[in-house]
């Protein structure tokens, strides 16, 4: 099973930026986290990130092309705004998709509360801090068996 970590803007200064809502794990721990999670059930694992909403898009595309089978996908900002990313999400029937938050969205500033990003994936996790990535990854595993 190969599974797609896509993290979008600000997401590599984890642990540099508003400490309180993301905590005081870097990016470096983040990555470290779910490719030790990908070992432990037996899945190959990709971590990308871009502040650039093209790059995530083409990296989207590039899924559909390389077996990809599970996306797991944190677009920081562009959730609540990025119709483009939305429309390559949707463009993509399989893989099976997972957006992930790590804080609370539903309890932060209205604008956050939006998701229009979702409406393209299969699930949506929030407020469950990083460990919200390791859920997402098996929820793929589950959906996919």
Do not use: W
Request: aromatic share 8%.
């Amino acid at each position: 099973m190969k599974i797609l970590v896509i993290n979008g803007p600000n997401l590599n200064f984890l642990g540099i930026r508003e400490k309180s809502i993301y905590g005081t794990q870097d990016y470096e721990y983040l990555v470290k986290l779910v490719r030790e999670h990908a070992e432990k059930i037996g899945a190959e694992v990709e971590v990308f990130q871009s502040n650039h909403e093209g790059a995530i898009i083409d990296k989207l595309q590039e899924a559909y092309f390389d077996g990809t089978d599970g996306i797991v996908i944190n677009p920081g900002a562009y959730t609540h705004y990025s119709y483009a990313i939305h429309d390559a999400l949707k463009s993509l029937e399989k893989p099976v998709k997972v957006e992930v938050h790590i804080s609370d969205i539903q309890s932060r500033e209205d604008f956050r509360k939006v998701s229009v990003t979702a409406p393209a994936c299969d699930k949506q996790i929030y407020g469950k801090g990083l460990a919200g990535y390791t859920e997402a990854m098996d929820m793929i595993v589950e959906m996919i068996k």
